[in-house]
């Protein structure tokens, strides 16, 4: 554990520790120079110290030199008797009373004071003789004056020459004693700042690198984890404890780390659950793309088109293997007119597979490739045959032995006279040969039902005149109406009025047989009027009877599979169908796009029926126009054999 | 009275026609599959062949291709039978050279025999036979 105040410390942002040690550093040099100055100072001083004592010395020397100025000539004098030397002797000895005086005034020293009052004491005596000397002399008294010159005086003047040799004694011991004290003070001065600047660089130095150090530690570990983290390790994470800018820096860092690695496992996540989807569909998927030449393609599309794993698929494979479909060329043309394509039944190595493709585009209408799914459809299609050859069969086997029953009864009964001459038999036969018709419309209308729910019937589109097949119609069921002593009306004009519709003949003549058919089977007698209006797009036809019409209950069931207007189960009138035809008719006028309803009925009174159908137009050719298919109306079968 | 040779595998309608037609007093002669067929053809001479559509091996377009293409039989006159009243497969045949094709189902077999007796008599061809209504 780190002495708190460290950790303190630590925790300071780094412009604070900058700015410390910035400070740090000023005033370290600020100490530094105070130092320098200092001690600049003190030599400074001594050096002033020196020049006084040096002063000093001079005037010492100077008074020593006007004492035996003095003396030399008091000397001179008293041979020469040069009054003139009497004006220079008071200047000379002014001077060194002056001199004297200063140095006793300016002298700190209480020794050298007390040997300069000696001196002075001396130098009076002294100057008191060479008075006397001088007015001897201008007494003319040259003998007395030169006996003045005696020992004492000469005494005197060794005195005050050692008191002077004493005084600069001291002071030159004064001086070398001050300087050797200033050379040593330089000396130590010089020591002091080297150490002091050695100091300096030191602290600066280790201060510097241990704190860029910190730094650069703290930085290299970031760039570390940094690359750690481009190299693909996401959990990598910056450990830190600082709590300045580079502690922000690396709690920042983090931060985006983990919402980098969220983000990256999140597309990872997806992409995986895509991938997973992709590769677990059975629809074989595959994609190209258009910068490069690869494909991608999932494990079904693998198996379907028995792409192993030692030659894996490539755009030139594919060609080789669907025969008779170029599919690269399909994708070619789809990348370049940007439209989708299918072939529903592209034959490959005795299967059949559905193959649909898109261009694969980015909003911004970019293009990337295309995507292509393959769908092994053979089990489908194979049901879906086998039901066009349940069609067929069924109408064939069931046809067959019906086509028997009917044939061989109508035959008895033609060519056996003889027998038929029994009443009960030929009653027999009859019925025998009735029932088989009988059959043969129901297996026809149940195929045709079949066929028409599953909308494998295709429905051959020309003009066609309803006046014309009303005609025909009531021309073909003439015998059966004239029976019943029903009368049919043909209303001409409404007919003739109306445009030619755009239907399929025979499926509309079938639609007219119904309902004239149904018509008459429930009119005693009466008539049946077949009408028709324009309205819209439509020819609307109806048929109206003069027969039992339908109760409200009855309407009902009306247009619904097998109801009869009867009623119940049991009420069910077998010789009136199967109950199937209103619904055959229904699905008929449906799939050619019109309607079909009761229009009105009335018990007692009668109904009305009606149908539309559309007319001939261009938008309407152009409509039924897509619905064109190869398949044959009534057996349901492909025309492509 | 003509000579008829009818090909058909199934015998129900085999005998059926066989029957009507000798009732109508013609000589009629049977074969169960094409191949019999085209034998009985050259050996028979008939005067019309009423061939079935639906036959095992070959079948009824195949015999009618068959007979067309051959120049000892191609002015024989050719009618279909079927069970089947496909307009398609209708439509092929009269191109492929048939006179006429009768669903089975539809037609007493004396209106059958009228037919044939008509197409003997003038080699009549008809329109297509509707679907069933």
Known sequence: MRHPILEKASQLSLRTKLLIGTLVIIGMLVAFGLYLFSHLNTVHDSFLQLNTRYARQKSVLTLELENRQLSSDIRTYVIN???NLETKYNLTSSALNSTLQQLKSTSENAQEKKVLIDYENVASKLQGTELLILSKVRENDATQARNLLDLDYEARQSQAAQYLTDLINDESTDVSNMISTNSRLVNNTELGLFLALVLLIGVVGVSVQ????????????????AVQFTLGNLTARVITKRKDELGHLAQEFNTMAVQIKKYYSQLEQERTRLLASINNLSIGFLMTFIDTKTLSYNPALAKILDVSDESPMSLELLHEKIKGYDLNAAIANCQKTNTPFVNQEASYNNR???ISGA?????????????VLVEDVTEAKIQERSKDEFFSIASHELRTPLTSIKGNTSMILQYYPDVMKDPQLKEMIDDVHDSSVRLIEIVNDFLDLSRLEQSKVTFIYEPVSTEEIAENVAYEMKTVLDEKHIRINLDKMTLDATPKVWADKNRLKQVFYNLIGNAAKFTEKGSITVSAETVGNYVKVLITDSGRGMSPEAQQLLFHKFQQAGGSLLTRDTAKGTGLGLYISKMIVENMGGSIKLERSEVGKGSTFSFTVSIDTPERRAQTKQFENQIDTTTGLSTKT | ??????????????????????????EVEVAGN??????????????????????????GLQVLEKLKSDQATKAIPVVMLTNLAGQQDAETALAKGAVKYIVKSEHEPKEVADMVEEIIAGYTRNAIPSAAA
Not at chain 2, 52 to 57: G, L, Y
């Open chain 2, 1 to 26: 009275m003509a000579k008829i040779l009818i090909i058909e595998d199934d015998p129900l309608m085999s005998r059926m026609y066989q029957k009507i037609f000798t009732f109508e007093k013609h």
């Open chain 1, 352 to 354: 059949i597979l559905n």
């Open chain 2, 34 to 59: 094409g191949v019999e067929g085209l034998a009985k053809v050259t050996a028979f001479q008939p005067t019309i062949v009423l061939v079935d559509v639906m036959m095992p091996e070959m079948n």
């Open chain 1, 210 to 225: 241990l704190f860029t150090r910190n730094l650069v530690r703290s930085v290299s570990d970031l760039n570390k984890v």
């Open chain 1, 81 to 83: 008797h040069d009054v």
């Open chain 1, 359 to 371: 261009p694969i585009t980015l909003s911004n209408h970019q293009m990337l490739g295309t995507v």
